[in-house]
Each structure stands twice: as structure tokens, then as C-alpha cells.
């Protein structure tokens, strides 16, 4: 079975750091880019961040951009989002998910894990 | 970055009726060296994710009854289901994939009238 499962969420102060991790199995991981995605409190969908396969390819929305990184280790299926210089408005339930590739192209995303919840608060 | 807009936030529908969801871009999502829409649908129901309806725009995934159809290109499209059911009753997204940032629609609220 094709799995992704978040862990790394819970509650950080304002300006602190906070490392999310996305364990996958069941698919030969190595062979798909992933991303992360968050959903604010009762809000829509915000696409992050993804890396591609090898880790070369890395793309950023410009809302975490300088304070978010996204990494992988291939060997462990891991994928990582390291989130820097917290702010209230970064609560929200982050996913971690799999490309979806169809003749080669990505299009969209397949495999969502449950999400792990961050609250930044004092 | 793209902006993806969907219409209407909230929809209504009776069981066994037809709903159609819309969603526009602020630039074209065709990619002409393929002949491709690069626009996803999603459906979320409460306390789930998303999970995957349409691709290419039109293109149902593995295991999506054929009730629900995308259709569209360019900059509009649209998500269909012909008969609702009482599963069905879900937030619905629409996502662009053409450039980063992999921007989503704010969501339609599909319920029941």
C-alpha cells in the first residue's frame, strides 16, 4: 500500500524552528518528486514546496521562501521540511505528497499522507 | 504567481442532480508542445485529504466513478457530476500545475439542497 505519514507537528513560539519529516512506503521512492502542501485552520490548499527526485530540482511558493527548506534522503524515504522563523500565520496542517506522473509528466498529486498539525503561538 | 478562482464558494445540489464546478486562471494553462491542460481537481472530505479526481483536465484518475468529467481549456474549466450522491458531498479544488508555485482554487463547498 502506498503510504505517506507526517510527523514533526505540534506547538512552537513565535520566531522558533520546527523540522517535519514524511515517511513513505509502499512505492519505489526514489523515482518521484514530492511536496508539501498546508491547509490553514477551516482554509484552502497552499502548495509549499517540492524537490525532485534526485533533490537537484527545488521550488518554493514565495510565502516560506528564505525561511522553509525542503530535503529528501533517498535511502530512508524521507522527505523533510525544515521551517525557520515561525509565524502565527504558518498554523495549519502541513501534508506531505506524491507526484503523480502520466507519459512522463507530473500532474498533480496522488498520494496525500493525514497531515500533521502546527500551531505557532506563544 | 497564477491565480486559480473558482465559482461559486458554495453550491447547493439535490441528490441525483447535476453539479458543475468552475475554475479560472489568470493565464493559459495549455501547453501547446504537448497539447495538455496542466490543471488538476481535487476532492477533500471533512477530517480527509485531498485526493486526486482529474489530471490533464479532463482525464479521470484510477478508481473516479464516471460521473465526475473535467472539461475545459485555456484559462476555463470545469468539474462535472452528472448525478450526485450523497458521497459526494465535499470541498472540491481545482490546482494548476503549468509553472511553479503549484497554485490551488479557494475551494467550492459542495452540499446538499
Known amino acids: 500500500e502506498v503510504q505517506l505519514v507526517e510527523s514533526g507537528g505540534g506547538v512552537v513560539q513565535p520566531g522558533r524552528s520546527r523540522r517535519l519529516s514524511c515517511a513513505a512506503s509502499g512505492f519505489t521512492f526514489d523515482d518521484y518528486a514530492m511536496h508539501w502542501v498546508r491547509q490553514r485552520p477551516g482554509g484552502g490548499l497552499e502548495w509549499l514546496s517540492g524537490?525532485?527526485?534526485?533533490?537537484?530540482?527545488?521550488s518554493y511558493a514565495g510565502s516560506v521562501k528564505g525561511r522553509f527548506t525542503i530535503s529528501r534522503d533517498n535511502a530512508n524515504h524521507l522527505v523533510f521540511l525544515q521551517m525557520n522563523g515561525l509565524r502565527p500565520d504558518d498554523t495549519a496542517v502541513y501534508y506531505c505528497?506524491?507526484?503523480?506522473?502520466?507519459?512522463?509528466?507530473?500532474?498533480?498529486?496522488?498520494?496525500w499522507g493525514r497531515g500533521t498539525l502546527v500551531t505557532v503561538s506563544s | 504567481d497564477i491565480v486559480m478562482t473558482q465559482s461559486p464558494d458554495s453550491l447547493p445540489v439535490s441528490l441525483g442532480e447535476r453539479a458543475t464546478i468552475s475554475c479560472r486562471s489568470n493565464q493559459s494553462l495549455y501547453y501547446s508542445s504537448n497539447d495538455k491542460n496542466y490543471l488538476s481537481w481535487y476532492q477533500q472530505k471533512p477530517g480527509q485529504s485531498p485526493k486526486l479526481l482529474i489530471y490533464w483536465a479532463s482525464s479521470r484518475q484510477s478508481g473516479v466513478p464516471d460521473r465526475f468529467s473535467g472539461s475545459g481549456s485555456g484559462t476555463d474549466f470545469s468539474l462535472t457530476i452528472s448525478r450526485l450522491q450523497a458521497e459526494d458531498v465535499a470541498v472540491y479544488f481545482c490546482?494548476?500545475?503549468?509553472?511553479?508555485?503549484?497554485?490551488f482554487g479557494q475551494g467550492t463547498k459542495l452540499e446538499l439542497k
Open positions: 524537490i525532485s527526485w534526485s533533490g537537484s530540482t527545488i
Open positions: 490546482q494548476q500545475y503549468y509553472t511553479t508555485p503549484y497554485t
Open positions: 505528497a506524491k507526484v503523480f506522473t502520466n507519459s512522463g509528466y507530473a500532474v498533480g498529486f496522488d498520494t
